[in-house]
Nanobody, 127 residues
Framework: QVQLVESGGGLVQAGDSLRLSCTAF??????????MGWFRQAPGKEREFVAV????????DYADSVAGRFSISRDNAKNTVYLQMDSLKPEDTAVYYC??????????????????WGQGTQVTVSS
């Protein structure tokens, strides 16, 4: 029903910035209004929550590890969610995934609560 495609990853140095984008593609137009989240997974580690934003774009939430450095936003006219990442650290290195949650009742921070996933984009931060 929904395909998510991430872009914007790359290799940067500590302190630099990146902006990730995730665009949703639908086979048929519908009125789905989903909460959108970002997760990341480093080699040998569990997938962890990064940020989420509600369907209308008014309520974001962040993991403590990125609060104050990352900012999530969305442009529903373009079916796109963004993750602005500033002051990047080597520990931010991971594959970043966007995900969509159909529930729209709470801002979930568990991967198992999300219904659609992108294939990920690599972010590498060197020191």
């Amino acid at each position: 029903q929904v395909q998510l495609v991430e872009s914007g990853g790359g290799l940067v140095q500590a302190g630099d910035s990146l902006r990730l984008s995730c665009t949703a593609f639908q086979r048929t137009f519908n009125s789905y209004a989903m909460d959108m989240g970002w997760f990341r997974q480093a080699p040998g580690k569990e997938r962890e929550f990064v940020a989420v934003i509600n369907w209308s774009g008014t309520t974001p939430d962040y993991a403590d590890s990125v609060a104050g450095r990352f900012s999530i936003s969305r442009d529903n006219a373009k079916n796109t969610v963004y993750l602005q990442m500033d002051s990047l650290k080597p520990e931010d290195t991971a594959v970043y995934y966007c995900a969509a949650d159909r529930s729209q009742t709470v801002l979930n921070n568990k991967a198992r609560d999300y219904d659609y996933w992108g294939q990920g984009t690599q972010v590498t931060v060197s020191s």
